[in-house]
């Protein structure tokens, strides 16, 4: 069964930049689109950034030109980088992946079938 387990999380101040990681297994990793979700308190699961096996990436308006999203096949891992990081960006993030063959980049969270259990990120002002 698929397995997704996120890592990176934690207190930073406005500014500040934090990387995290998604590890899988349990999947064939370089056939799914892997993403990024956040879920703040008392708002639904949004669309952060997301990335297919060939590398094209698709972001949220709110992260553009502060987040990356970078996938390693031979370790079957994702990442996110996050930089210039802001108080609403106060969430859990959760990785989130879809068997996709082809060259698409899901951007609507009912598209993904797998998720992780989230990893908590708190920006302070």
């Known amino acids: 069964q698929v397995q997704l387990v996120e890592s990176g999380g934690g207190l930073v101040q406005t500014g500040g930049s934090l990387r995290l990681s998604c590890a899988a297994s349990?999947?064939?990793?370089?056939?799914?689109?892997m993403g990024w979700l956040r879920q703040a308190p008392g708002k639904g699961r949004e669309f952060v950034a997301a990335i297919d096996w060939s590398d094209n990436t698709k972001y949220a308006d709110s992260v553009k030109g502060r987040f990356t999203i970078s996938r390693d096949n031979a370790k079957n891992t994702v990442y996110l980088q996050m930089d210039s990081l802001k108080p609403e960006d106060t969430a859990v993030y959760y990785c989130?992946?879809?068997?996709?063959?082809?060259?698409?980049?899901?951007?609507?969270?009912?598209?993904?079938?797998?998720w992780g259990q989230g990893t908590q990120v708190t920006v302070s002002s």
């Open positions: 989130a992946a879809r068997y996709e063959p082809a060259m698409v980049v899901p951007t609507i969270p009912n598209a993904y079938n797998d």
């Open positions: 349990g999947l064939s990793f370089s056939n799914y689109a």
